[in-house]
């Protein structure tokens, strides 16, 4: 949960499951979610090839090192490109 930054995915390739709350929404390729600040969320990679996002965050919080206390910030500063694995489903 993120307690001022809502953020956007747009689904590039593969199969992703987003909970929202109490919600899930199945998401593939051209899909698209917004998921509010100030309430639990989560994903679930369900597809075996590798899963591309875009993922806009907003807005930027000042007086931070960037979004997500800066995990966002390093990203974009090039230390490298998230990989998440799939996980078993049981």
């Given amino acids: ?3 001022t930054e809502d953020e956007m995915f747009y ?3 593969g199969a992703i499951t987003f909970r929202c709350g109490n919600e899930t929404f199945d ?3 051209g899909g698209f979610i917004f998921l509010p600040h100030g309430i639990e969320h989560g994903y679930t990679i369900r597809s075996e090839e590798p ?3 875009i993922i ?3 807005p930027f919080r000042e007086g931070e090192s960037g979004g997500w206390k800066g995990f966002v910030s390093d990203m974009e500063l090039g230390q490298g490109e998230l990989i998440a694995k799939p996980k078993d489903f049981d």
């Fill in 51 to 53: 899963v591309r996002m």
């Fill in 1 to 3: 949960m993120h307690e």
């Fill in 11 to 13: 689904v590039l390739e």
């Fill in 27 to 29: 998401l593939e390729k």
């Fill in 56 to 58: 806009v965050t907003a």
